[in-house]
Structure formats: structure tokens, C-alpha cells
């Protein structure tokens, strides 16, 4: 069983960063991939940037050049740079863990609670 915690959401004026981090524990990022997904309100979870055992990264085409995604294999921990923020990157943040390198969340079967970012204008 595979447990996630996302924490670093808050709120920020456009143009601000912020820094979500994903402490993983039950096992390790050698065993899975692992991915960043966003749900805005009255809209459908879509994927947002994911990272495979190796450092391969994709992201989602709306947060290309503005968000990076990373972890740390020795502290079993995820993150998710987030630069340049836009009101419309407003949502609860999710990670999630899963055994393929992909941005659908069907592929996804441990998910975390969800940390929220609002950005205003």
C-alpha cells in the first residue's frame, strides 16, 4: 500500500510560484511513476506533469515552461515547481502513483488528499 501527502498549496498573486512537495511512504519511486494532477471547480482532473523512475519527465501542454516536476529518491518525496502562475492554474493539486509513464489518471491507482492553489489576478 502506497500512502501520499501532499502539502505547499496556498494562495498567490499572478506571477508568483509556489512549491508542492508529495512525501510518499509504503514504498519507493524505484517501484512506481508518479504524476501531478489538477481539478478545478465544476471541471474534469487532468493531468499536469508526470516523472518516471529515471528523470523522464512530460507535462501537460498549458504548464510547459512554467512548471517542473522533480523527486528527491532519498527522501521519497515529489514536488511540483510552479512559476509564472495564472488565475486559471487555480485548483486542488493531487499526486498520484501509478505503474505506467502516462498523464491519465486511469493508469493512476494511489492518490493523495489534495493541496489547494488559488491565484489571483
Known amino acids: 500500500q502506497v500512502q501520499l501527502v501532499e502539502s505547499g498549496g496556498g494562495s498567490v498573486q499572478a506571477g508568483g510560484s509556489l512549491r508542492l512537495s508529495c512525501a510518499v511512504s509504503?514504498?519507493?519511486?524505484?517501484?512506481?511513476?508518479m504524476g501531478w494532477f489538477r481539478q478545478a471547480p465544476g471541471k474534469k482532473r487532468e493531468g499536469v506533469a508526470a516523472?518516471?523512475?529515471?528523470?523522464?519527465?512530460i507535462y501537460a501542454d498549458s504548464v510547459k515552461g512554467r512548471f517542473t516536476i522533480s523527486k528527491d529518491n532519498a527522501k521519497n518525496t515529489l514536488y511540483l515547481q510552479m512559476n509564472s502562475l495564472k488565475p486559471e492554474d487555480t485548483a486542488m493539486y493531487y499526486c498520484?502513483?501509478?505503474?505506467?509513464?502516462?498523464?491519465?489518471?486511469?493508469?493512476?491507482?494511489?492518490w493523495g488528499q489534495g493541496t489547494q492553489v488559488t491565484v489571483s489576478s
Open positions: 509504503g514504498d519507493t519511486f524505484s517501484n512506481h511513476y
Open positions: 516523472i518516471d523512475s529515471g528523470g523522464s519527465t
Open positions: 498520484a502513483a501509478g505503474r505506467i509513464f502516462t498523464m491519465i489518471e486511469e493508469h493512476f491507482g494511489y
